[in-house]
């Protein structure tokens, strides 16, 4: 079991940026594609962005693309996810998740996704 630990969040007015660390522990973090999801209240985990192993492969959800950026330092352990031009609608808690395999390239189903963090908050006021 890979052990997830997110960090970043916070309270920040719309426009403005945060950024979401997520360190990594227990697995082999390089062998690990990974991806960011977020759960609105009353609504359903998303997903948002999807990275492979490498990093040179990554994958957003619509909503997100532009303004987002995933990315990760296998040498620490750690995956990122820079969030610019912040609106109201991506106020959410936001996990980190990797799959419940080792697989290396970008996966966007997250029925695939069996490790996940305990998440952190992020509000956008308006």
């Known amino acids: 079991q890979m052990q997830l630990v997110e960090s970043g969040g916070g309270l920040v007015q719309a426009g403005g940026s945060l950024r979401l660390s997520c360190a990594a522990s227990g697995r082999t973090f390089s062998n690990y594609a990974m991806g960011w999801f977020r759960q609105a209240p009353g609504k359903e985990r998303e997903y948002v962005a999807g990275?492979?192993?490498?990093?040179?492969?990554?994958y957003y959800a619509d909503s997100v693309k532009g303004r987002f950026t995933i990315s990760r330092v296998n040498a620490k352990n750690t995956l990122y996810l820079q969030m610019n031009s912040l609106k109201p609608e991506d106020t959410a808690v936001y996990y980190c998740a990797a799959p419940s395999t080792e697989i290396g390239s970008v996966v966007v189903v997250k029925g695939l996704y069996g490790n996940w963090g305990q998440g952190t908050q992020v509000t956008v006021s308006s």
């Open positions: 990275i492979s192993w490498s990093g040179d492969s990554t």
